[in-house]
């Protein structure tokens, strides 16, 4: 079946870096999104991969691995606003994304 | 700039009621969804749609249907609802599909529907 795993929960402190992984076992591979979601809010799309390696958006990047099936979202400079979920998706071999359950990020003073 | 609009926000009904979601984009978009989330699962796809007057069966299609007659509009139908069908419910759009590279799926703000 498609898996994929995400930590449920993740603590860090204002001001510090935190990375966030994804491991993926898909049928396919079409590209990998992350997507953060505030609580009771809509997903927002952050970033997207389908080549190995780094892409750099301002404070978050995200990385990709295709040999491992494992990708990082990484946030710099955590400010409290982004304590939310976040959310893995794979994009498989018909073209569907299959979603994470999502991390959720708590950032303390 | 509306985006991705759902109504209603909130619904309780009871066991057995029929109801409809709407969804409504004003982005001119291809590709429509509707999903569902719950507690400590990913967001499963219920039914899709890569353009007006088509639909297809997502990962948990049973116990809903859908319809979208218009481009912009993506209605999600409960025939008889069930406790099991307590969720939240989120429609999203995208152009041309997921699948053309980078083309994000963008989301309305959800429907909490609470089926007693």
């Known amino acids: 079946g498609q898996n994929i795993d995400q930590p449920t929960e993740m603590t860090a402190t204002e001001g510090a870096i935190v990375q966030i992984n994804c491991t993926y076992q898909t049928s396919g591979f079409n590209g990998l999104f992350w997507y953060q979601q505030h609580a009771g809010e809509a997903p927002t799309f952050l970033s997207y991969n389908v080549l190995d390696g780094l892409e750099e958006k301002g404070r978050f990047s995200s990385f990709l691995s295709r040999s491992k099936g494992y990708s990082y979202l990484l946030l710099k400079e955590l400010q409290m606003k982004d304590s939310a979920s976040y959310l893995c998706?794979?994009?498989?071999?018909?073209?569907?994304?299959?979603w994470g359950a999502g991390t959720k990020l708590i950032i303390k003073p | 700039n509306a985006g991705v609009t759902q109504t209603p926000k909130f619904r309780v009904l009871k066991t057995g009621q029929s109801m409809t979601l709407l969804c409504a984009q004003d982005?001119?978009?291809?590709?429509m969804y509707w999903y569902r989330q719950d507690p400590g699962m990913g967001l499963r796809l219920i039914h899709y749609s890569v353009g007006e007057g088509t639909t297809a069966k997502g990962e948990v299609p049973d116990g809903y249907n859908v319809s979208r007659l218009k481009k912009q509009n993506f209605l999600l139908g409960l025939e008889s609802a069930a406790p099991s069908q307590t969720s939240v419910y989120f429609c999203a759009s995208s152009s041309i599909g997921a699948g053309n590279s980078n083309q994000p799926q963008h989301f309305g703000d959800g429907t909490r529907l609470s089926i007693l």
């Open positions: 998706a794979v994009l498989d071999s018909n073209y569907q994304l299959i």
């Open positions: 982005m001119n978009h291809e590709y």
